[in-house]
């Protein structure tokens, strides 16, 4: 089988770029795009910013103390949506497989178009990818090239800014090693501990395990990194990854669902219910950074169906009028349609799924959220930290009784 040819293609500092090209006198100056402090954070740092170790995601107060010169905008995302659009039709000129990982980010899968563009090598494709986005916007991309996703990935963002760089598949496992375990696709806080504590500081580390060692090596790691993980995590720090470009990706759907151990008649455990599996499809949604603006409630009853095993099932869903990827929006959305009274109990299963995907800066919702975060956003960015840290169980909205937890919530991941 011949290597895929990645790119990944990722704008410099996207949003400060746009106010630097549109605004000349803002050329060279320390400036963030987000709000300003007390209670702002940074959305997008211009390279002269990040000079004083300001990022994105930094409480604008912070970013003022490191740098009192510091200019803030507001930040114009129609603006930037629009830029968006035209750098993603420049993207789909050189391949139909475009995965957008945000508004300025992509995956593009050039295996099959090596030919139609003129049987170019990659990095001459890349190039030329480059200087397009340039003349016919004036803003700078840069393009890591690998043979899987998370190379080009880490290629794009080792070159930046204006970066150009190729992993050739025979280079993978040298590049890979130096980099710290936690550069690793899949690695959270929780696993990188047990992998720092069982001597496994690099990837090159974890690539240099023998295939029939890592059983044993799983076991002693712990931290619920299971045999079967731990040798997935082993083949992608070789550089051996399946997972392909998924130019539909938004048309996905985010569920999770239960069965009840017993046929459930009261609506205060449906209800609960709801609430854990809205929080589990949020967390899931803004760990992947994007939105649904579709919430689906899945009820299953107990009236048998002709087919051994089969139960009669409904679904009800709800369009809002923004995407969202908060967990109690998405609970009060499914209440509602349980609440609708039209579905018949009791009920053998219950599930909530969040349709109509899209990157999350690209959301509607997202210009406030951004820009001037509501508590919401705070709050759900605490219950991330936590969950990573301690799991699921540790932490639950107080939404008055919610505590008592349904009898088995098995979650099972939905779609
Ligand atoms: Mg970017």
Request: charged fraction near 25%.
């Amino acid at each position: 089988m011949t290597p895929r040819v990645i790119l990944h293609a990722d704008m410099d500092a996207f949003y400060a770029s746009v106010e630097q090209r549109d605004r000349p006198e803002l050329r060279g100056l320390a400036l963030v795009v987000g709000g300003k402090p007390p209670r702002g954070v940074v959305a997008a740092a211009s390279y002269e910013a990040r000079r004083f170790g300001i990022r994105s995601a930094m409480p604008s107060v912070e970013a003022l103390r490191r740098c009192p010169e510091l200019v803030f905008l507001p930040g114009d995302m129609a603006k930037y949506s629009r830029e968006s659009k035209r750098i993603f039709a420049i993207f789909a000129r050189y391949s139909p497989d475009v995965e957008p990982l945000s508004l300025d980010e992509a995956f593009i899968d050039v295996t099959h178009c090596l030919r139609a563009l003129g049987d170019a090598p990659p990095l001459e494709i890349a190039r030329r990818l480059k200087a397009d986005v340039l003349r016919e916007t004036g803003l700078c991309v840069s393009v890591g090239i690998g043979p899987v996703k998370m190379i080009a990935k880490i290629a794009s963002d080792a070159s930046k800014p204006d970066g150009l760089l190729e992993v050739q598949p025979g280079d993978v496992r040298s590049f890979l090693a130096p980099l710290p375990i936690g550069r690793l696709w899949g690695v959270g806080p929780v696993t990188e501990a047990a992998l720092l504590r069982a001597g496994l500081a690099t990837v090159g580390a974890l690539a240099q395990l023998d295939v029939s060692d890592l059983a044993r090596r799983a076991a002693r790691v712990g931290g619920g990194c299971t045999p079967v993980a731990l040798e997935r995590l082993w083949r992608l720090a070789r550089g051996e990854d399946a997972r392909g470009v998924e130019p539909d990706r938004e048309a996905r759907s985010y569920g999770e669902e239960n069965t009840f151990a017993e046929d459930v008649h009261d609506l205060r455990t449906l209800g609960d219910a709801i609430g854990q599996h809205a929080e589990a499809v949020a967390r899931r949604l803004r760990k992947d950074q994007v939105a649904g603006t579709v919430v689906r409630l899945k009820v299953k009853s107990t009236e048998r169906l002709a087919t051994p095993g089969k139960y009669r099932q409904y679904s009800r869903q709800e369009s809002l009028p923004e995407a969202t990827d908060d967990g109690a929006t998405i609970a009060r959305t499914a209440r509602a349609l349980l609440a609708r009274g039209d579905l018949p109990l009791p009920v053998r299963l219950i599930g909530v799924a969040v349709a109509g995907i899209r990157p999350r800066a690209a959301s509607m919702g997202e210009q406030m959220s951004i820009f001037a975060p509501p508590r919401a956003r705070e709050l759900n960015r605490a219950l991330d930290t936590i969950t990573a840290r301690f799991g699921t169980g540790a932490v639950r909205r107080g939404t008055g009784g919610a505590d008592k937890a349904s009898p088995t919530l098995g979650v099972k991941r939905g779609e």
